[in-house]
């Protein structure tokens, strides 16, 4: 796949360069010279490896176009992370290249599970390079959900297709229509599109919630390295205490309008105003089932105190019932954006709860992910609302079995086509949990343990497995052999095996 006659993977790999010259920047400043030429030869590497792959494929005719775009995806996504681990492992020798190829497929596919237990020990340069390559995934993410997946209805177009009937799904700024009898555009050219629209959206994102973490009171450094994690959702951090531990609450609150703008699309779409934008927000079914979701979970740890957990002192303090109401509602809202970060109160909401570990409502949310064409992973909010919708349906025809349910074709074009394709993806994503599942436990995995690393993985919510399994490591607990069927599982679970299987069909690749 080429753009003017260019080839975009050669592209990819220029701009993993560029990336690359941040962490050198900062070695040299902080006087850190052996990381310093660990980054100095993997820029010198991957620049020259890009230019001979360029010089190598400029002008050249490019096969099947989508057969290209698969080609693309997967060079990214399965060579990328090989050689963005390269200045790390030459940074860290005493560190496998198998478990730093780990890191980075984690990073670029922002699922955010990583080998690094204590990241605070790490240089500043290594864990910047950590943090910007799930920044730079999370944009990879956006432009392949816009560019790729979307002209081919995947990635959760499929269900929207039948909420928008007739018109052009998820257009961006000046992309031509794909209805029939029209010309299609090249692969480079929607690319290019793309990140001309996404681009000044993601940059300005991340630029304001660094300010606003610098203005509450973090580091200049980890406030950059926060926004890098929250507005991608890799939910990567760079200290041993938490992401919030030094500025407490004021930090979470500052972060939860981003959290929620991570996971939808409507800040990148075509509409020309800012009020446009809000209204189509606003009146998002993806929002208001994320909002929903989240307070039921957050009102039910509250709650489940007065119920579950008997030991209430009468002498307790105002503040605790506050910090746990607070703690569950942010850590709900962000497992179920698939970064998560969990909030500083979160222990004080699992003891409030009494709950010994919840870690299965948490696996929950995560599976239940963001919205479409988001850097979110999991299975995405808008196939929950359709097949809830169709239930809805199911269950009024159970009371009224003559009723003709209104609210127009594309309503109940959601309720039939919609939820018949999300039924198909559900029961896709679940084989593939299985499958994962059995190939850990081959591997020597407990149950447990398998199903916590099997739903980090393919929801791209790397945290879960640290929180639902009480001291599990990726480093320690994993053998090689389990890490290596989990990038698998990963790269499954940012493209979705709903697109997967739609892209290695022969009759597309023709």
Not at 267 to 294: G, M, N
């Amino acid at each position: 796949m080429s753009w003017r006659g260019y080839p975009v993977f050669g592209l990819f790999l220029f701009t993993l360069a560029f990336l690359s010259l941040a962490p050198i920047i900062t070695a040299i400043n902080q006087g850190l010279w052996a990381e310093a030429k660990a980054f100095g030869y993997a820029f010198v590497f991957t620049s020259i490896a890009a230019l001979l792959l360029t010089l190598a494929y400029q002008g050249r005719v490019s096969p099947a176009e989508a057969r290209a775009e698969f080609l693309t995806l997967a060079g990214v996504l399965i060579v990328g992370p090989g050689v963005a681990a390269l200045p790390i492992y030459f940074a860290l020798p005493q560190a496998s290249y198998e478990a730093v190829y780990f890191e980075m497929v984690s990073a670029l596919t922002t699922t955010g599970a990583s080998i690094f237990d204590r990241p605070g020990e790490l240089s500043d340069p290594i864990n910047l390079w950590r943090v910007l390559c799930g920044w730079f995934g999370g944009m990879i993410a956006l432009t392949m959900a816009f560019a790729l997946l979307a002209p081919r209805n995947l990635g959760g177009y499929e269900v929207r297709g039948a909420l928008d009937r007739g018109d052009s799904i998820g257009r961006l700024r000046g992309m031509p229509k794909w209805a029939g009898g029209q010309k299609r555009e090249a692969a480079g050219d929607r690319i290019a599109r793309a990140i001309r629209s996404i681009t000044p959206v993601y940059l300005s994102l991340t630029a304001i919630l660094t300010l606003l973490l610098i203005a509450v009171g973090q580091e200049p450094f980890k406030a950059l390295a926060s926004a890098f994690s929250l507005i991608s959702t890799s939910g990567l951090q760079v200290s041993n205490d938490g992401m919030f531990a030094d500025v407490g609450a004021k930090g979470e609150v500052v972060v939860v309008f981003f959290l929620v703008v991570a996971a939808s699309r409507h800040l990148y779409r075509s509409e020309k105003s800012l009020s446009d934008r809000v209204s189509r927000f606003r009146a998002d079914p993806e929002t208001r089932v994320l909002i929903f979701v989240v307070v039921l979970v957050s009102l039910w740890l509250f709650l489940r105190h007065f119920f579950g957990a008997l030991d209430i002192t009468a002498d307790a303090d105002i503040v605790d019932p506050m910090a746990a109401l607070w703690g569950g509602f942010f850590t709900a809202l962000s497992f179920a954006v698939t970064a998560g970060v969990p909030s500083d109160s979160w222990e004080t909401a699992r003891s409030w709860s009494g709950l010994g570990n919840p870690g299965l409502v948490l696996m929950g949310l995560a599976i239940m992910g963001g919205g479409i064409a988001s850097t979110a992973g999991g299975i995405k909010l808008l196939r929950a609302y359709a097949l809830f919708k169709h239930g809805e349906r199911e269950m009024e025809r159970l009371v009224r079995p003559s009723s003709i349910a209104g609210s127009g074709v594309a309503k109940r074009g959601l309720r039939r086509e919609g939820a018949q394709i999300a039924w198909v993806f559900l029961m896709l994503f679940l084989v593939t949990l299985a499958l994962t599942m059995l190939a850990l436990s081959l591997t020597g995995l407990r149950f447990e343990l398998s199903l916590a690393a099997a739903v980090a993985a393919l929801s791209n919510t790397g945290p879960v497995f640290g929180v639902a399994v009480i001291d599990g490591s990726w480093r320690t607990t994993l053998t090689p052999e389990a890490r290596a069927i989990l990038v698998a599982a990963m790269i499954c679970g940012r493209v979705e095996t709903l697109a997967l299987i739609a892209m290695l069909n022969p009759n597309l690749m023709r």
